[in-house]
Structures are given as C-alpha cells and as structure tokens.
C-alpha cells in the first residue's frame, strides 16, 4: 500500500502488563494522567511542513516536527497492523516462512518517505549496519549499532545520517544535545537531574533466542520522551536476524522539572503489545527530567517479562 493510504488514523491495540503498575511512594506526589500527545492525526499529510534543504529536513517549526512524526508512526502501524491482521493467527514460524515468501518490508511507509524525498536518513544508514551486525553467529553486544542517541526508527526516519535536521533555519544536531540543554553545566540542579539519558540490557531468554531492552528519556525542541523499546532476536541458520513475537513494553517512574522541583509520577499510556520484531512505548511530557534509578522499563517477549531500571 502507498504511504498515501497508510497514512490514517490506525488505533493500536494496547494491553497493560499486569506487573507494570507501582503505587507512588509516599509524599507529595503529583500522577501525570493527560494524553500522550496533542498533535492532530486526523488529517496527516506526512510532506507537509518542511523543505528538504541540501542533505537536511528543515521544518518550519517544533510543532511541524511533531506533526510529521505522528503521520509517519500512524502509517508506520497501519503497515504493521494490516500484516498481523492478516497472518497474526499463523505459529511464528510459519509467519516468519511468510515475510520471506512475500518479501514483507516491515518499514515501507518510512521507506517510501525517504524516497520521495529522495533522502538518505539516519534510520535507513543503522538498517544498514544493523543487519551487518547480524550476519554473525556471535553478536558484539557491545556494539550494536542499533544503540543510538535516537531510541525509536520513526524519529531517525527524520534526521540525516549524521542525526542533524533543522527547525527554522536552526540546526539540531544529537551530537550536541545534551549541551544544547544544559547537561554539562555545573549546576547542581543539572548534575542530579538529567533528560538524555538511556539503559540497553539483553535476556537471553531461550536457545538462540535473545530479547533487547532499552529505557531512555530523551528532550527535543518538540517535547520531552521517555521510551522503553524491546526487541526480538533469533538465529537461524548461523546468523542472528530479528524475530516477529508477540512482545510488550512499557515503563513508569518519577520526573522532575527544569529545576528539578515538583516530583511527578507516571505509568501512563498502557503497555504497547503486538506481534512485531520492535515494539515502542513512549509518554510525552512537558520539558521534564529524571533522577538515577526513578524510571523503570518493562519487556515482555511472549511470556518472559524482564525489567531495567534507567541508571548511569
């Protein structure tokens, strides 16, 4: 289906873990309940709202940002959704028998939006390496390219290979975030309160089975993420390559505001499940941070449920 089609307002299917829910500790703790997003999916134009500018996305504004990466998710899970409605019933490894007999391309949508374009993305350049750090019998966990400033692949779909873009004019770069927003200071504040930082652990779960774990909070000129990603592995045939489960995520804990004040708690939206290779659950929040060991994340692969605390 063309990008054009995918690009509709899909509802995803979403069921809590049932171990994914703690009580706040006590105090004075304010719950976060408001939707995840305000960003209007009902008319999504995924073109709309920026130029390409040499080798760069320049977008109007912070909001456009957002604009084009709530299209670009929606098309992204109507492509994915529209597959396991058709095969979700089968074993996994009949389905997985049926991606190599249809060449299903599990990121299309964001494949045809780079070509349209005609631009060479930071999501396409670690697909690339990716897959060369599978074509392996043993994997360099240590190295997986796949660990990048940039959780989720709807986002790098919008960056360029050197994970820059531009907002009016002004150059991101996710090089240089963490300075852009006050990480290097020497502010107390800022030394016990941080906003980009990630957790990446591995469960080996089964022979030759493997699940990826990471839990991050991330701050653009467009918002505040926190994202727990799980991922799932398989070898086969001497090569690992990644795996359609029914696999979960999902994360909750504690933030903080700019000057580290007003401890709120969240465990909102439910648990994102699917029968995916990736799955990505992600909160936005308003210009938040974090404390070390306040966020949990929870991955669940069938019925093996693991968690990880983001630390540093």
């Not at 994915?80 to 996994?92: I, P, T």
């Not at 960056?159 to 852009?180: C, H, K, P, R, Y």
């Not at 990736?278 to 449920?305: E, M, P, Q």
Request: overall charge negative; hydrophobic content about 35%.
């Amino acid at each position: 289906m063309s990008l054009a089609v995918l690009c509709v307002m899909v509802a995803c299917n979403k069921e809590e873990l049932s171990t994914a829910t703690e009580e706040p500790s006590s105090g004075k703790v304010e719950q976060i309940h408001e939707p995840e997003s305000s960003g209007d999916r009902t008319t999504c134009d995924p073109f709309a709202g920026f130029v390409v500018d040499g080798d760069l996305l320049n977008f109007e504004s912070a909001e456009a940002v957002e604009q084009v990466l709530l299209c670009l998710e929606d098309a992204y899970d109507a492509h994915q959704d529209a597959f396991e409605a058709e095969y979700g019933d089968l074993s996994d490894e009949e389905i997985e028998l049926i991606e190599e007999e249809i060449g299903f391309d599990d990121y299309l949508p964001l494949r045809e939006f780079e070509n349209t374009l005609g631009f060479a993305s930071l999501r396409s350049k670690i697909e690339i390496e990716e897959e060369a750090w599978l074509d392996n019998e043993e994997l360099d966990l240590d190295n997986n390219p796949d660990d990048h400033f940039i959780v989720d692949d709807v986002t790098r779909t919008i960056f360029n290979e050197s994970g820059q873009l531009m907002i009016a004019g002004e150059l991101v770069d996710v090089n240089t975030l963490a300075e852009l927003n006050g990480e290097e200071g020497a502010d107390s504040r800022s030394s016990t309160c941080k906003t980009h930082k990630s957790k990446s652990a591995y469960v080996n779960y089964a022979t030759n089975r493997l699940m990826k774990k990471k839990v991050a909070i991330r701050s653009y000129a467009w918002g505040t993420y926190v994202k727990a990603k799980t991922k799932s592995y398989k070898k086969k045939r001497r090569r690992w390559r990644k795996y359609r489960r029914n696999i979960c995520a999902q994360a909750d804990g504690y933030l903080w505001n700019a000057e580290c004040e007003n401890q709120t708690y969240f465990n909102y939206p439910l648990a994102k499940c699917k029968k995916r290779k990736s799955i990505l659950w992600r909160g936005k929040f308003n210009a938040s941070r974090t404390k070390k060991n306040k966020i949990k994340g929870y991955h669940k692969v069938d019925s093996h449920l693991s968690t990880l605390w983001l630390s540093w």
